[in-house]
Nanobody
Framework: VQLQASGGGLVQAGGSLTLSCTAS????????VAWYRQAPRKQRELVAA???????TYADSVKGRFTISRDNAKNTTYLQMNSLEPEDTAVYYC????WGQGTQVTVSS
């Protein structure tokens, strides 16, 4: 499985971004998919995950602001990020049985 993530960038506080991650191959639908992030000098942390049945979980720090979704037909997961805060600045990684390359999200104050 190879993963291609996109959608990162620079945004002002309060703004929004949508990350997407597309998996090659036909195994996407059997996996729980997840987004992690790693800020400078911090450990990688789970941001959100969604099971193949569509049950989602979120880190407390992003509840109410981020929404994870998946489109099994497109082998793609999305992370809609609203009301972004400078503390959300990190490299974001998708995980679908393997790690994708990260995409940088920078939130300016």
């Amino acid at each position: 499985v190879q993963l291609q993530a996109s959608g990162g960038g620079l945004v002002q506080a309060g703004g929004s971004l949508t990350l997407s991650c597309t998996a090659s191959g036909s195994v996407f639908s059997i996996f729980t998919v997840a987004w992690y992030r790693q800020a400078p000098r911090k450990q990688r942390e789970l941001v959100a995950a969604i099971t193949r049945a569509g049950t989602s979980t979120y880190a407390d720090s992003v509840k109410g602001r981020f929404t994870i979704s998946r489109d099994n037909a497109k082998n793609t997961t999305y992370l809609q990020m609203n009301s972004l805060e400078p503390e959300d600045t990190a490299v974001y990684y998708c995980y679908i049985g393997t790690w994708g390359q990260g995409t940088q999200v920078t939130v300016s104050s």
